[in-house]
Every structure is written in C-alpha cells, then in structure tokens.
C-alpha cells in the first residue's frame, strides 16, 4: 500500500518519494519492519497466550529429556511469524505482482491449516491434532493452486537464457532471448547445461509434450510444497531449530530470487531471467526477519513455541518460492536437514514394520525424527527392541549445541546451493 501512496506522489516530485522504487530500500525496510513486529507482537502474544493458559503440557520424557522444563510454555507462536511477514509485505509490496500474490495465499492458507491442527491440540485436548489426511489435502492442494498459477498465469513468465559462442571458441556469452514465455525449465545443480526442460521428459507423448510437461509441472509443485512443509515441520522439535534453520534457507532464495530479476547477474549465473520475482525479495526479507525476530523467544530456553501453525507455513513458503524462481532440483541440498529430517523418518518407519512383520522389533536410529537421536539418553531407549545405530552417537548432547551445530550444517548447505551455479 505504501508503495503504491509514493510512487502516486512522485508526480508531485515529493522529496524521496522516489526511493520506494528501489527493491534494496523496500526489502530492507520489510526486514526492519518484520523485525520490530515481531518483538513487539511477540512479547504480548506470550503474555496474552499465558493470561488464558493456552501452552504447552509437558513432553514426554522418553522423547524430550528436557520436556519437563518446557510445561508452561506458550504454543502456537506461528502466529507471531505470519502476522510479522504479512504486515511488512502489504505494506511495501506490489500487490499487483502475480508472485507475491501466491507467497501470500501459500502463508494464509498453510497458516491456517497449521493453526487447526493446534487448536485441536490446544483446546480440544486431543494430541493427534487434525488428522494426516486433511493435512495432506491442505498441502496438495495449494500445491496444485501455485502450480497451476504458473502454468495459466499471463504474468508468470521468463525470459530463457542461451549460451553464445565466441569466435575464438575459448568462451560464451550468456543472452538472455528478447521474448517472454511460458517455460518449463528448471535449474539442474552441477551440469553445464544445467536447464532440465520438463516437455523433454515427457517427450513420449509425441505432440501432447507440452501439455504433459505441464502436468508434470504441478504435479512436481504439489510435491514439493508438500515434502518442505512436512519437512520443516518435523525439523520442529527443539528450541530455536526450526526458525533458525528457515533464516538461513530464506538468505539463500533471497539472493536466488533477487539475481533472477536482474538481467545483468541472471545472465552472469548464465540463470532465466524472471521478471516480476524482485517482490519475492521483499518477502524474502520480511520472512528473515520475522524468523530471526521469533528467536528473540523462541531460542533455549524457548518462551514460546511456533507449532504447526509455523513450521507447516515456513515449508510451504520455502517450497513455493523455489518453485517460482525455478530452483526446486536445489532444493535437497539446500534444505538438506529438512530432507535428512523426513528421510530418516521413513527408514525408521518401514525398516521397524518390516522386522516387526519377521516377528523382530528392529530400529535403525535411536529415535527420530534424527534430530533426536543426538539428545536420547540410553536409558531411555526401549528394552525391547534391538537397534542398529545403537552406538551412535557415543554420547547425547544438550539440545542447544544440537540447534547450533545444525543451523552451522544449514549454512554450509546454502553456501553449496550458491556455489552450484557456477560449479558445473
């Protein structure tokens, strides 16, 4: 709205009126902003939330040894991160901008899905919360709205980068094509050529390529909104973790989505040029800064945690974002804890039934998600089962070098993710 109210008085030459069209000065500003809403909200949020004795029961001490700490505690803080990333962006953002329309949509609509299933925690005393099927169905289906979107949208377009060799054929010149189109490429790490065209990969369908390509398209949108939502969702189990994680992830879209509106580093990074995708900056910026202002009170020990409320909506956003600047092939590496998170979750779950049908009780990790292997204590293992990984690790560690040690693995994640393009 703000941005709409200076660029109206820039015919009327105001003074700095101007500034409001410089991406750098209305991001920074979504950061400033972000920052301050969240400590300020934050604060009364916690106040209000314990006034009404809306928090968190003890943790089972078999799973948290330090749950009993945590009885007390304030939940559903996902509000604070979603109230501090939407104000900033309705008020600096061009709303008008397809992009930034469906990061707004995707925060609401996850948001709410989120704040359902802790209301039913919180308040209908059942711990299931909404059950997995309804969750799914929120996750697929605004996986299916972003994605089909990009495919229908006149607005969501690129313009494709091609390589030009030089007459001495020691070099080439990344251009970018003078049209805008509808693409279905994406950016493959490590190769080269590093664009993956999803109507190649469909290419058995003859003249129907196309079309299929796009299918794929959503269908590949709906499952990656759906794998980084649960995946952050499941990264959610210690103080500070999932927030700080996010921060980190967030910083690497950000420069992601700002080179990619930038026709000069687009062509450097030999990347599409997607015009439009500077709001993602915007929100990018608001999104750093609500995480980083949650860890005023969410780091050890937490005052206040974000519960699905937050963790399903920091997934989706960082889902969808990657999708629009067409970089979700990065996504395993750049948010490799969410995928280590949910991957080890799987083995833990199938390997268990397998042996379970072979009459064994076997577990391969000591616990998961994995982030809680790291803190079980043997005494707290189950008697009765066997477990491959017993030993490991030799000792458990406090949750708080837990988090540290995995946002130090995050970054070192996003600075791979960055170096992948020019390292192929």
């Given at each position: 709205?703000?941005?709409?109210?200076?660029?109206?008085?820039?015919?009327?030459?105001?003074?700095?009126?101007?500034?409001?069209?410089?991406?750098?000065?209305?991001?920074?500003?979504a950061l400033i902003l972000s920052l301050m809403i969240s400590a300020w909200f934050g604060e009364r949020f916690i106040k209000w939330m314990k006034r009404r004795n809306i928090s968190e029961t003890a943790r089972d001490a078999s799973i948290d040894p330090f749950g009993v700490e945590k009885k007390g505690v304030p939940t559903m803080g996902g509000i604070i991160i979603i109230v501090s990333i939407l104000v900033p962006v309705l008020l600096l953002g061009r709303m008008r901008n397809i992009y930034l329309l469906l990061m707004i949509i995707t925060t609401v609509w996850l948001g709410f899905l989120g704040f359902m299933d802790d209301y039913i925690k919180i308040f209908k005393k059942n711990k299931e919360g909404l059950k997995g099927k309804y969750k799914i169905i929120g996750q697929v289906s605004i996986g299916f709205i972003v994605g089909l979107t990009l495919w229908l949208s006149p607005d969501a377009v690129v313009r494709e980068n091609i390589t030009v060799p030089q007459k001495s054929q020691q070099e080439v010149v990344v251009k970018h094509k003078a049209e805008y189109v509808k693409s279905l490429q994406t950016t493959i790490p490590f190769?080269?050529?590093?664009?993956?065209?999803?109507?190649?990969?469909?290419?058995?369908?003859?003249?129907?390529?196309?079309?299929?390509?796009?299918?794929?398209?959503?269908?590949?949108?709906?499952?990656?909104?759906?794998?980084?939502?649960?995946?952050?969702?499941?990264?959610?189990?210690?103080?500070?973790?999932?927030?700080?994680?996010?921060?980190?992830?967030?910083?690497?879209?950000?420069?992601f989505a700002y080179v990619s509106s930038h026709i000069v580093y687009a062509a450097y990074f030999d990347i599409m040029y997607i015009p439009g995708s500077q709001e993602l900056v915007v929100f990018l910026s608001a999104f750093i800064g609500a995480m980083i202002g949650f860890l005023w009170y969410n780091a050890y020990p937490a005052q206040v945690f974000m519960g699905d409320t937050g963790s399903l909506t920091i997934g989706g956003i960082i889902g969808v974002c990657a999708v629009i600047v067409h970089k979700e092939l990065l996504l395993p590496i750049l948010c490799g804890i969410f995928f280590?998170?949910?991957?080890?979750?799987?083995?833990?779950?199938?390997?268990?039934?397998?042996?379970?049908?072979?009459?064994?009780?076997?577990?391969?990790?000591?616990?998961?998600?994995i982030h809680d292997t790291f803190r079980r204590l043997d005494s707290q293992l189950d008697q009765t089962s066997t477990y491959i990984l017993k030993g490991w690790p030799h000792r458990p560690f406090h949750e708080s070098k837990i988090t540290i040690r995995f946002w130090i693995t995050t970054i070192i994640l996003v600075a791979i993710t960055i170096i992948t393009l020019k390292v192929r």
């Amino acid at each position: 709205m703000l941005y709409y109210l200076f660029r109206f008085l820039e015919q009327f030459n105001i003074p700095g009126s101007h500034i409001w069209s410089y991406i750098s000065f209305r991001a920074l500003l979504a950061l400033i902003l972000s920052l301050m809403i969240s400590a300020w909200f934050g604060e009364r949020f916690i106040k209000w939330m314990k006034r009404r004795n809306i928090s968190e029961t003890a943790r089972d001490a078999s799973i948290d040894p330090f749950g009993v700490e945590k009885k007390g505690v304030p939940t559903m803080g996902g509000i604070i991160i979603i109230v501090s990333i939407l104000v900033p962006v309705l008020l600096l953002g061009r709303m008008r901008n397809i992009y930034l329309l469906l990061m707004i949509i995707t925060t609401v609509w996850l948001g709410f899905l989120g704040f359902m299933d802790d209301y039913i925690k919180i308040f209908k005393k059942n711990k299931e919360g909404l059950k997995g099927k309804y969750k799914i169905i929120g996750q697929v289906s605004i996986g299916f709205i972003v994605g089909l979107t990009l495919w229908l949208s006149p607005d969501a377009v690129v313009r494709e980068n091609i390589t030009v060799p030089q007459k001495s054929q020691q070099e080439v010149v990344v251009k970018h094509k003078a049209e805008y189109v509808k693409s279905l490429q994406t950016t493959i790490p490590f190769f080269k050529n590093h664009n993956l065209n999803y109507s190649d990969v469909m290419s058995f369908c003859g003249k129907y390529k196309v079309a299929a390509g796009w299918v794929l398209f959503v269908l590949m949108t709906i499952f990656v909104v759906t794998a980084v939502s649960n995946g952050a969702n499941l990264n959610d189990g210690m103080d500070g973790m999932c927030a700080g994680n996010s921060a980190i992830i967030g910083f690497a879209l950000l420069v992601f989505a700002y080179v990619s509106s930038h026709i000069v580093y687009a062509a450097y990074f030999d990347i599409m040029y997607i015009p439009g995708s500077q709001e993602l900056v915007v929100f990018l910026s608001a999104f750093i800064g609500a995480m980083i202002g949650f860890l005023w009170y969410n780091a050890y020990p937490a005052q206040v945690f974000m519960g699905d409320t937050g963790s399903l909506t920091i997934g989706g956003i960082i889902g969808v974002c990657a999708v629009i600047v067409h970089k979700e092939l990065l996504l395993p590496i750049l948010c490799g804890i969410f995928f280590i998170e949910s991957l080890s979750v799987i083995i833990q779950t199938q390997w268990f039934k397998i042996q379970k049908r072979k009459g064994k009780r076997v577990r391969v990790f000591r616990a998961t998600p994995i982030h809680d292997t790291f803190r079980r204590l043997d005494s707290q293992l189950d008697q009765t089962s066997t477990y491959i990984l017993k030993g490991w690790p030799h000792r458990p560690f406090h949750e708080s070098k837990i988090t540290i040690r995995f946002w130090i693995t995050t970054i070192i994640l996003v600075a791979i993710t960055i170096i992948t393009l020019k390292v192929r």
